[in-house]
């Protein structure tokens, strides 16, 4: 581990404890062990200030996929999997823990991907952690997670335009959300749904519901009707 890998490492430990969310008991993550604080000491933390500390939170859509990944082990066995936008690694975890031969976790932030490490080390799994742009085009792996990654415009554009890419691949791609997101506009099948309380909540006793989809593998453009 590099120098500033170390020094990432510290800020995790420092502002983290270990926690095991509500939906997903079988997996321990480094979370925030305050969630308002979290954010202040990040914006503070040299030499990189730039990335929220999503990761320090087990967020409704990646719980619910998690969930639901655990439950249909053979969504995954044997096959290779790279989980988008990973942050905690909750996503990655579960589909090593439930099979598959190789997994990948991708997100930007530098920190994510020291407490990916940190949290498949902790639950006994290999994890490759990459900070590379995994929406540029259609990876070569046989399933794709994304969770609660559409939170903003910009990105929402970019997941509709990797679904479309993935959908005319032939790529399986699993999609956890929250209820009150913005879901991509583009055709799914819904597969579950959970009540997932962010882990841990920004507001008191406030619980979400998440929902978990399938890319579906139409005809190449069906855009989904409004449900």
Not at 59 to 83: C, E, F, I
Not at 94 to 108: C, E, F, M, N
Not at 196 to 218: I, K, N, Q, T
Request: aromatic residues 6%; charged residues 25%.
């Amino acid at each position: 581990m590099s120098a500033g890998n170390d020094a990432l490492e510290r800020f995790v430990l420092q502002h983290t404890s270990l926690r095991r969310p509500p939906l997903v008991p079988e997996i321990d993550l480094h979370l925030a062990a305050d969630a308002r604080e979290i954010f202040q000491a990040r914006t503070e933390f040299a030499p990189s200030p730039d990335w929220p500390p999503y990761w320090a939170f087990a967020w409704p859509g990646g719980q619910a996929l998690a969930r639901y990944v655990l439950d249909n082990a053979a969504l995954v066995a044997g096959k290779t999997v790279l989980d988008i936008g990973s942050g905690s690694g909750i996503g990655a975890i579960a589909a090593k823990r439930a099979g598959a031969h190789r997994v990948a976790a991708s997100d930007p932030d530098p920190m994510a991907c020291v407490a990916i490490a940190m949290n498949a080390l902790r639950n006994g799994v290999e994890i490759a952690a990459l900070t590379e742009d995994a929406l540029s085009s259609a990876p070569d792996v046989d399933v794709v997670f994304i969770g609660d990654l559409v939170y903003e415009p910009e990105l929402a554009t970019r997941v509709t335009r990797f679904l479309e890419a993935a959908h005319r691949a032939g790529i399986e791609v699993i999609l956890g959300d929250r209820t009150t997101g913005h879901r991509p506009p583009i055709a799914m099948t819904l597969l579950s749904e959970y009540e997932a309380p962010l882990s841990p909540m920004l507001e008191e006793d406030h619980v979400e519901r998440a929902r978990v989809w399938r890319l579906d593998r139409g005809i190449r453009g069906r855009r989904e009707a409004s449900i």
